[in-house]
């Protein structure tokens, strides 16, 4: 596979929200505006790629039987290293995702792919891998967001686009699944042959 | 086996070491302008420093700020937190003047229903809390007999936030009494 193709899978044929319909928690709890998906999207794309590159450069040292806990400990570590920074730097954005930042731990698409992909590639593709994977979580999510705002609230990334109250049901949990799963139909009548 | 993870626990613990101890000092200060600012939204003006205290009410510690209006005359901003809401804890900024009345409240913590109960935090709701004297009117919505315009669809919510105003303004009471017992 080349290197190109390691970055475009995560995309489209491996989108990890509208194909393999991994990491749903955040998916369907952070994605009420298009920009708190996005957020939460480029959060996980930071774990991704440096936890990808961390697990991809021990994996050869570290024995099987102790594989997942030291998988954990090295995602956890970069988590909590992301929520230090947030905290520090961007206060505002860290309230509006704030629990779901620790969250990022237990997510299956990290985990996944350092199980799947790291373990078994070099530092440089684990990198593209995670890269790849986390823009297509990223736009998944900021498109997912996007509609449920435009629904739910009639605005976009925080704009105001018709006056008035959209319609409530879109902004809440049950409009999550609604939109995902039309949105899922769109991706896949789109791009699977 | 051991050794192995031994080196991987050791290695992440050095970077959340190095990590913490830089981003320490810009979190401090970001919590302590969140704190100055949401003062200065609840009570427009005062001088000097805010001066941090706590008290014990109805098995709680309150936090609060004391602020000085004038030599003799302190305004208070305190923090309620009441647990009535409706998805839990809901934790309110209300600024006392000196003589009692309400000078403004803001939203510290609120986990309310987005498009309903998170109206709270707009407003077109808070609004009418500034200059709310609660010797003349009735801190409870017009549903329940009060002077207070609920959100539509969120009474819940809109009653939490004034069970918080009502707390703040017992403790606001409570330090006045205190206040005078020590003189």
Redesign the interface.
Known sequence: MNKFSIFTKGLIKENPTFVLLLGMCPTLATTTSALNGMSMGLATLFVLVLSNMAISAVAPYVPDKVRIPAYIVVIATFVTVLEFMMKAFTPAVYDTLGLFIPLIVVNCIVLGRAEAFASKNPVLDSALDGLGIGLGFTLSLTVLGLVRELLGSLSAFGLKIIPGDGILAFVLAPGAFIILGYLMVVFNKIFKK | ?TI??LA??FA?SA??AT??AV?LK??QA??AE?TVSAIRAVVPSFRGEPVKGSIRYDGKNIGYYALEVTDSTRAYAIESQVTSGFNGVLSIMVGITPEGTISGTSALVCSE????GAKCTEEAFYRQFVGFDPSRKVLKVRKDGGDVDAITAATITSRAYCDALTQAIDVFHIINRGGQDNE
């Open positions: 086996m192995c993870l991987v626990c992440c970077v959340l990590v913490y981003t810009p979190i970001a919590a969140k229903t987005p498009g309903l």
